[in-house]
């Protein structure tokens, strides 16, 4: 049987002296009147209206007692009865989503236009944006109707005032915000793991087979991972209307849905897990880098920004424990809206930290550049066609890329005489361009005599070395005809 009251509104408070309790009493719903006489068997009306605890324990029982529409009528009742002030943060919440999505805004549209216009040469020396900057704009377009519907949806019928002071249509209202944004979430998440596994594929873009493999395969999970979830999120209740109209006290709606919290320990759970195996999988490689110390300390400083996400989304936890079981929704479901909102923003940010480290280079070299990467930084001939895109932002100048080309031919003599290799490597670079030449030529003949090439037959070396030449010359030689 539904529920009667004023149709439109909850009933209005009236004076504690007015109030008859037995009248009251008998409001309840049958199925709340054993918790409230339990839990309060003397001075029932000072024990409903005093302390917080024992409200929690009134509502734990009327939840596992009555429907939802049961447990929000009684809870709307002692609350009124008692004369409780309505609370209301929606202002701070609005502000929170108008500020992080500003700040993520810009970041994201500064980490696109120097892609796109900014960079010295961009990817492959075109001005086009990679799979990661891609996922990362997919991230800003999602986010932005996002913080829009958390603005004019949730906090607008609700968020972050208590259910006893608004109207039926804003609770159920509420509830159809929450179920999108939900979906919303689990998206954007999705996005931001994304983003983070496709830029280390292009920074380990010359790494062991294994760790490619890894990497690809985080991606095919976290693809899964995010359309399970959503399917989960659109049928975790029957009717799927019942998300929205189990809140509407008049209607007393049929349905059920499954343990929304046991999921939501789920999502987080498995969220956090992938955050720390995305920070442990760039972290193992980088001492494989050859860099100086200084550029893998760096390095490894700009995959820690990823652990602030790991962070928000571990202190989010906390918020999940009233994310379904609550008798007061539009308040006690503010902290998991709160959290989410940080997660997903700061996720977005610390996606782009590498490319913000780029455009601070370019506005101040000094402060932010060695000198050897600013050199590299500043000169955009001095870009190799096939250097993978973001070696800017580990700080890998043009000259170790090129000891790198020539290190994948170089070996042990054993592999000279296996495989191609070669000794000299002839760079035209102009004024400096002689430097780096006698650099690397010094390098090949230090490295063939250091490798023992006596013991090889001097002829096979020699065909290795024209192989290795030759290929090594293939490589370079889209970006020898640019420079000539």
Request: hydrophobic residues 45%.
């Amino acid at each position: 049987m539904a529920i009667e009251f004023a149709p439109g509104v909850f009933p209005i408070p009236l004076p504690v002296e007015a109030v008859s309790l037995h009248a009251n009493l008998s409001q309840l719903p049958s199925c709340a009147i054993p918790c409230v006489a339990e839990s309060c068997p003397t001075s029932l009306l000072a024990c409903l209206c005093g302390t917080d605890a024992t409200k929690e324990d009134v509502d734990s029982c009327i939840l596992a007692s009555c429907t939802l529409p049961e447990a929000l009528f009684s809870r709307n009742t002692t609350e009124s009865v008692c004369g409780t002030a309505v609370r209301d943060d929606s202002i701070q919440f609005n502000m929170l989503n108008v500020a992080l999505g500003a700040v993520t805004a810009v970041v994201v549209g500064t980490r696109i236009l120097f892609r796109l216009f900014g960079s010295t040469g961009g990817y492959r020396h075109q001005h086009r944006l990679g799979a990661d900057d891609w996922t990362c704009l997919l991230a800003l377009l999602l986010g932005i109707p996002s913080t829009a519907l958390m603005i004019f949806g949730l906090a607008k019928h609700g968020l972050g005032r208590d259910v006893w002071g608004l109207s039926l249509p804003d609770v159920t209202t509420f509830g159809i915000y929450f179920y999108v944004l939900e979906m919303m979430y689990v998206l954007l998440m999705a996005l931001v793991k994304l983003t983070l596994s496709l830029f280390y594929l292009d920074i380990f873009s010359e790494s062991t087979t294994l760790v490619r493999r890894l990497l690809w395969g985080t991606v095919v999970f976290q693809v899964a991972f995010a359309l399970a979830f959503v399917v989960k999120v659109i049928f975790q209740c029957t009717p799927v209307s019942y998300y929205w109209t189990k809140f509407d006290l008049a209607a007393d709606p049929e349905g059920h849905c499954i343990d929304m919290n046991a999921s939501g320990w789920a999502n987080a759970a498995i969220g956090v897990a992938v955050d720390i195996w995305l920070l442990a999988i760039p972290l193992t490689q980088v001492r494989k880098l050859n860099l100086h110390w200084k550029k893998k300390a760096g390095a490894v400083l700009m995959f820690m920004t990823g652990a602030l996400v790991t962070v928000v989304s571990i202190l989010r936890f906390q918020s999940i424990v009233y994310f379904a079981s609550t008798t007061n929704p539009t308040w006690d479901q503010r902290g998991i809206v709160w959290w989410s909102t940080i997660e997903v923003n700061v996720g977005i940010v610390c996606t782009c930290m590498p490319s913000m480290r780029l455009v601070l280079l370019r506005l101040s070299p000094r402060v932010f550049g060695s000198g050897s990467s600013v050199a590299s930084y500043t000169d955009p001939g001095s870009r190799h066609a096939d250097r993978p895109r973001h070696h800017d932002d580990l700080g890998i100048t043009d000259e170790e890329h090129g000891m790198r080309l020539e290190e994948r031919h170089l070996g042990s003599t054993t592999e000279l005489c296996k495989t191609p290799a070669v000794v000299e490597v002839h760079l035209d670079e102009g004024a400096h361009g002689d430097d780096d030449r006698n650099r690397h030529q010094n390098r090949g003949r230090s490295r063939g005599r250091s490798s023992g090439e006596d013991d090889c037959d001097p002829e096979e070396v020699d065909r290795a070395k024209e192989r290795a030449a030759k290929t090594l010359s293939i490589e370079l030689g889209e970006w020898n005809t640019r420079k000539g």
